[in-house]
Every structure is written in structure tokens, then in C-alpha cells.
């Protein structure tokens, strides 16, 4: 896209207002808070969240805002059993139910049977938690219907998640969204990494375009450390073994699932030339449960998996500063910058509407 588009303060405005203001975006994975009273914070746009399991163990969001002077209540992730604003103590239930406020018995306007967090919008889709602040948006399940059959056999929602990290990346968000969505860079920047069991002639586009999402199909050598189907693994035959999917739900979902693990990014951008990811890793249940030492693998996985984040950081910060400079101008893409291509509709469309 031409550079206007990564630097322009006028479309970073229209981005909050037309698209993270409005769209559904993924906080993270709903097996992370398996428990009643587990929450984890997170942000859409400039609106603070918190995402809990409820009491009836449902995964719901409130605004992570005091109703009583608007204090940011908690930062982080845990488990808890009431949500008490650290300003004055107001003290909330996992539901969001104001239950306790000290002082406030003098005061003839106050009724605490009519206060409560104000509620974010909360979807739960093949095990991953989308939230809009749009209450006119339509369902999660409808938007991704296609992408449901796509992924089915891989059964995504049974993965167990066994890291999850926030970072702040100085880049635009679109670029790292650019990059990590084409494979066109992995045999060159991931050569010492992922980019060594990818053949990159085999990688497969969908045939149609879709509203909301695109993905492609990319296939592992049977030699690679990770990324092709435990021995366990009944779900899935044939080539789909070796098989990983790659979706980009937009604006900033993306993830690689593969039949023995996913990882993903989840962005919101700060500003022009910062974007926050929430980065995550899950491994496939059996590939978990045959493992000799469940610590090891972990950790080698997850090293692993950071090492390409690595590779990718110093490539997307100097494309921002690359296309800071007076004479950039963009090049001719490659079929395997085709979700690139969509990217870039998508934009339009989103922005021009």
C-alpha cells in the first residue's frame, strides 16, 4: 500500500473510528480462563476491558472501568472472587454486579440494585474469545461460517494453552499484519527457523474472498520440529497431517494452526508507530499428554516459536522506517502476497464505506 497509509494520522483516526471501535477482535483463548473468577485484562481501541468466567462459567467482558469515578479497576490476569476498584473499594461479583460501597449510605441519589459494569459484547468461537464494542455487529459464528469448515477437522477449541504474553512492537500495525500474513518472506527471513521446512510451491489460496477473513493452506516437511500431526492424532488424514492453516481474521487476528499446535497475534494499535500484540501458543491435547516431559516440550516449542517472532520484529520496525523514507514508493506483489492483496480491499472498503 502506498506509505501514506502506514504514517497518515488522518487514517490512524479513521482506523479507531471505522474499524477498532466497531469490529470484533480476538482477546485471547477461552481454555486460558478455565475457571470460575479467572480474568484477564486486555483493551479494545481506547476502551480498557476485563474478560471473566462468570458464575455460571460462561466467558463474559466488562468494561474494565469503576462506575464510580472511572478508575481502570484491574491490569493483568488471576482469579478472584469479587472485583473491588482500588480508588474507594466499590466492590463488584464476577458478573459485574456492584455488591459493596463503603461511605455511600448518606447519599440519597446512590441505589446499588441499579449498578453494575457496563458489559463489553462477548463471543466464543472455536475457542477463542471476540469482542466488539459495536452492539449492531453481527454474531462471530455468522462472519466466520467458512472459515469454521476450514478448521474444523483440527478441532481447534480442544487445544490447551500454554502461554500467553502482551508486547509493544514499534511498527504500524498493518505491517506486521502484512507480514505475518504472507509466506512469500519466510525462506529468506526465517531461513534459520520455520522458513527451513516450508515449501513454499505448495502453499494454497481459497478460491473465493471473504467478508471478513482470509487464510491460506502451507505445508511442513516431515522432518520439522513442530507442525505435523502426533502420532495420537485420529482427527486428521491424509496430507491435512502435515497441513497447517493460516487464517488473518481482520483487522488483527491471525494465527497458524497446525494439527499439533497453534500460535497467534492479536493487535491493537497505539498510535502510528507502536502496535500492542497479544501473543499466545497452544498445543494439540495428545501432543501434550504423550509428551515424556511436558516442560521440555513446552519450552522448546514456545523458544522456538519466539525465535521466528524475533525474525519477524526486525523485519516489520524496519519496514516502518523504511516506509518513512521520501522516495518509498510499493513494488509488484507475489502470488504468495495474495492475502496481502485482500488486506488491502479489505482496508478500503472498511475505510471508504
Known amino acids: 500500500m502506498p506509505p501514506g497509509m502506514y504514517h497518515d494520522p488522518g487514517i490512524a483516526a479513521l482506523e479507531q473510528d471505522r474499524i477498532f471501535r466497531r469490529d470484533w477482535q480476538c482477546a485471547g483463548r477461552a481454555e486460558s480462563i478455565p475457571d470460575k473468577g479467572d480474568w484477564f485484562s486486555w483493551q479494545i481501541a481506547d476502551q480498557p476491558v476485563l474478560v471473566v468466567r462468570d458464575s455460571k462459567g460462561a466467558v463474559r467482558a466488562h468494561a474494565n472501568v469503576c462506575r464510580h469515578r472511572m478508575t481502570r479497576l484491574m491490569e493483568g490476569q488471576g482469579n478472584c472472587r469479587r472485583i473491588v476498584c482500588p480508588y474507594h473499594a466499590w466492590t463488584y461479583d464476577i458478573d459485574g454486579k456492584l455488591v459493596a460501597a463503603r461511605h455511600m449510605e448518606r447519599s440519597q441519589a446512590f441505589d446499588a440494585g441499579g449498578i453494575a459494569l457496563a458489559p463489553v459484547r462477548c463471543e466464543v468461537w472455536h475457542g477463542w474469545i471476540y469482542l466488539t464494542l459495536d452492539p449492531q455487529a453481527r454474531p462471530v459464528a455468522e462472519l466466520l461460517a467458512p ?207
Open 147 to 353: 472459515l469454521g469448515a476450514i478448521v474444523a477437522d483440527y478441532h481447534m477449541e480442544d487445544y490447551v494453552e500454554v502461554l500467553r504474553q502482551d508486547h509493544l512492537w514499534d511498527t504500524n500495525w498493518k505491517l506486521l499484519t502484512e507480514n505475518f500474513m504472507e509466506g512469500y518472506h519466510l525462506p529468506v527471513t526465517h531461513r534459520k527457523t520455520v522458513g527451513a521446512y516450508f515449501p513454499a510451491e505448495e502453499t494454497e489460496f481459497g478460491k473465493e474472498d471473504h467478508e471478513a477473513f482470509t487464510y491460506q493452506l502451507f505445508q511442513k516437511t516431515t522432518d520439522a520440529p513442530i507442525g505435523t500431526a502426533h502420532a495420537d492424532n485420529t482427527r486428521l488424514t491424509g496430507r491435512w497431517r502435515t497441513t497447517s492453516v493460516m487464517p488473518t481474521v481482520f483487522p488483527g487476528h491471525m494465527y497458524v494452526l497446525a494439527p499439533d499446535h497453534l500460535w497467534y497475534l492479536s493487535l491493537q494499535p497505539r498510535g502510528i508507530g507502536q502496535v500492542a500484540i497479544r501473543y499466545g501458543v497452544a498445543f494439540a491435547p495428545e501432543r501434550l499428554a504423550a509428551a515424556n516431559d511436558r516442560e521440555r516440550l513446552i519450552k522448546d516449542a514456545t523458544d522456538f516459536l519466539w525465535d521466528v517472532n524475533l525474525e519477524d520484529r526486525d523485519v516489520v520496525e524496519a519496514l516502518f522506517a523504511g516506509t518513512a523514507s521520501p522516495l518509498a514508493e510499493p513494488g509488484p506483489l507475489s502470488w504468495l502476497e495474495k492475502e496481502n492483496h485482500d488486506f488491502a480491499g479489505w482496508l478500503a472498503r472498511r475505510l471508504t464505506a
